[in-house]
T-cell receptor, first 111, second 117 residues
Framework: RKEVEQDPGPFNVPEGATVAFNCTYS??????FFWYRQDCRKEPKLLMS???SGNEDGRFTAQLNRASQYISLLIRDSKLSDSATYLC????????????FGTGTQLKVEL | EAGVVQSPRYKIIEKKQPVAFWCNPI?????LYWYRQNLGQGPELLIR????????DSQLPKDRFSAERLKGVDSTLKIQPAELGDSAVYLC???????????????FGAGSRLTVL
C-alpha cells in the first residue's frame, strides 16, 4: 500500500461548481499535512496546510480526519484558473523533514 | 527574494551519457531536497540534506546517481550513466519551518527536464 493515495481523476467540473478531493495516508503517526497545487509543466506550490481543526482560505477548505486517516480539500465556486493537479503531502512521523507526495488529483474546470 | 534556482531547464542526452543538475536554494534554507517526478506521478524523494549532511538518501539509486552539497548551500545531482528510464523532471526544493505547524514547507525550483534517448 502506498504511503499517500489519491484518486488521479481527472475531475471535470463546470465553472461555479463545488468539488472535493480526498487523500488517504497509511502511517497513523504522520504529523503534518499539506495540499500543493501543480500547474501543467510547472513546479508544485504550497496551497495550504491542513490543521486538525480544519481550516479555510477563501474558497478552499481543508480537513483532517485522523481516525480514518484521510485529508480532504473542498473548492467552492470553482474558477477556470483552479484547473491544476492537487497534490496531497504528508510529513512522516519520526522522519525529520521527510515529506511524501501523493500522485495528485487532476482538476479541470470548464465553461 | 530570489527563489530556488535550477539549471539546466532542459537536457537531452543519449543513454549511457552522464548528466548533472545544479540547484541554488533560497538563502538561509538549511534543508535541501532533490525529487524526481515522472509524468502523471507525484514527486518522489531522491535525497534530503540538512546543511551539508545527506540525512535521507534511501531512495537514491546509488549505482548511478550521486549528489553533493559541499558548503551547505548549492547542490549538484549527477547521473552516470543515464538510462532510458531516467527521463523525468528533477525538482530541487528548499524549506523553511512553517510558523504554525512547525513543519517544513517546501519551495520548489522550476525543475530540470531530462530526456534520455
Amino acid at each position: 500500500r502506498k504511503e499517500v493515495e489519491q484518486d488521479p481523476g481527472p475531475f471535470n467540473v463546470p465553472e461555479g461548481a463545488t468539488v472535493a478531493f480526498n487523500c488517504t495516508y497509511s502511517n497513523s503517526a504522520s504529523q503534518s499535512f499539506f495540499w500543493y497545487r501543480q500547474d501543467c509543466r510547472k513546479e508544485p506550490k504550497l496551497l495550504m496546510s491542513v490543521y486538525s481543526s480544519g481550516n479555510e482560505d477563501g474558497r478552499f477548505t481543508a480537513q483532517l480526519n485522523r481516525a480514518s486517516q484521510y485529508i480532504s480539500l473542498l473548492i467552492r465556486d470553482s474558477k477556470l484558473s483552479d484547473s491544476a493537479t492537487y497534490l496531497c503531502v504528508v510529513r512522516s512521523a519520526g522522519g525529520g523533514n521527510k515529506l511524501t507526495f501523493g500522485t495528485g488529483t487532476q482538476l479541470k474546470v470548464e465553461l | 527574494e530570489a527563489g530556488v534556482v535550477q539549471s539546466p531547464r532542459y537536457k537531452i542526452i543519449e543513454k549511457k551519457q552522464p548528466v548533472a543538475f545544479w540547484c541554488n536554494p533560497i538563502s538561509g534554507h538549511n534543508t535541501l531536497y532533490w525529487y524526481r517526478q515522472n509524468l502523471g506521478q507525484g514527486p518522489e524523494l531522491l535525497i534530503r540534506y540538512e546543511n551539508e549532511e545527506a540525512v535521507d538518501d534511501s531512495q537514491l539509486p546509488k549505482d548511478r546517481f550521486s549528489a553533493e552539497r559541499l558548503k551547505g548551500v548549492d547542490s549538484t545531482l549527477k547521473i552516470q550513466p543515464a538510462e532510458l528510464g531516467d527521463s523525468a523532471v528533477y525538482l530541487c526544493a528548499s524549506s523553511s519551518r512553517h510558523t504554525r505547524s512547525g513543519a517544513n514547507v517546501l519551495t520548489f525550483g522550476a525543475g530540470s527536464r531530462l530526456t534520455v534517448l
